[in-house]
């Protein structure tokens, strides 16, 4: 048995790309806030660590402490990133002619 030779092909990645600047947060931004949230998981993951006599009281104060500075740090970094990553993509967009859809033309 042969495999017909005339199959049809799916559209590539760029044909189906919409116009106008990139909304979507970059994986740098999205690895980011997986951390953030693994943190948080840890935070709250000690009551279990002392109940089961891995952390100390003080310890777990000081590892609290750390873990939220950590996890703020790491949200706000990924916020940070996906900002700078739309706005580069809406001032490439604005130069090339290509409109974000407000009508203006403007690359917001």
């Not at 500075?69 to 290509?98: D, E, N, P």
């Amino acid at each position: 048995m042969t495999l017909p030779t005339d199959r049809p092909t799916l559209p590539t990645t760029a044909a189906r790309r919409p116009a106008g600047p990139d909304n979507a947060p970059p994986t740098r931004s999205k690895v980011t806030a997986a951390l953030a949230v693994l943190a948080c998981a840890v935070c709250c993951a000690l009551p279990l660590l002392i109940a089961g006599g891995l952390l100390t009281g003080a310890g777990a104060a000081l590892v609290e402490n750390a873990l939220l500075a950590v996890s703020g740090l790491l949200i706000a970094a990924a916020a940070g990133m996906w900002w700078l990553h739309r706005r580069r993509t809406a001032r490439q967009a604005a130069a090339s002619g290509v409109s974000c859809g407000c009508g203006g033309g403007c690359g917001c």
